[in-house]
């Protein structure tokens, strides 16, 4: 799924006695985004899918957070292919709640499923995948103004997972992470780190590592604090 979005910026017009102003963030709470983070951890930041970042390695990291939920991956290196690196495991908290609605793990199974009891918050659903034979594809759709704000789990081969998310701004409205920074979508750069300085470089070992989730606050399976690049 793609989102296409077009926007205009018209000068600001400031006299010359007064100093300029920083341009206005668009905090995007009416927008849908779109993120991805593929099998082989390629990651397309919110917009409009055109940048990308990829990361090969070792790492369990929080890949969205905002006020009201949290997304962590585990990424490892395939077993058929160890030099590219995919997602293996995967967890959600809602935080309003402090509830883990759900973790797959390298086995194409949900390992910890809450929805029932949050089905105010989240529609479950499940087909299975014509392209992959044997295998599914799950849907997370949160209750919303907008049918586009969902979470969607492909599972692959050798226990990896495609992540695309389709985020509604009054769910995903403000999130950070190794998806990029919300409020930052149409702007240069889109990564903000855990610390809230700005990223400007092209190495998203560096993105991870500053997003690296401490055992201490891991709701993933066997929690682990490395994190580091497999090149």
């Not at 409020?183 to 240069?188: A, F, H, L, V």
Request: neutral net charge.
């Amino acid at each position: 799924l793609q989102s296409n979005f077009t926007w205009s910026i018209s000068p600001s017009i400031v006299p010359s006695s007064q100093p300029s102003m920083s341009p206005t963030i668009d905090t995007c709470m009416n927008c849908t985004l779109t993120g991805v983070i593929s099998g082989a951890s390629r990651i397309k930041l919110w917009g409009n899918g055109k940048q990308q970042l990829s990361f090969q390695g070792v790492c369990d990291i929080i890949a969205i957070d905002n006020p009201l939920l949290q997304l962590q991956i585990r990424t490892r290196p395939g077993k058929q292919a160890p030099q590219w690196s995919g997602v293996v495991q995967l967890a959600l908290k809602w935080k309003p709640t402090d509830t883990i609605l759900f973790r797959f793990e390298g086995n194409d199974r949900i390992t910890i499923d809450n929805l029932g009891s949050h089905s105010d918050v989240v529609e479950y659903s499940s087909e299975l995948n014509n392209n992959i034979p044997g295998k599914r594809i799950h849907k997370f759709q949160f209750t919303s103004v907008s049918d586009d704000n969902f979470i969607r789990v492909e599972e692959l081969p050798y226990g990896l997972h495609n992540i695309e998310v389709k985020g509604f701004g009054g769910t995903f409205g403000g999130s950070s992470g190794f998806v990029g920074s919300w409020n930052r979508w149409n702007q240069s750069p889109r990564v903000e780190l855990r610390d809230g300085n700005l990223y400007n470089g092209f190495d998203a070992s560096d993105i991870a590592r500053s997003w690296r989730v401490s055992s201490g606050e891991s709701i993933l399976n066997n929690p682990s604090d490395i994190c580091e690049p497999s090149y």
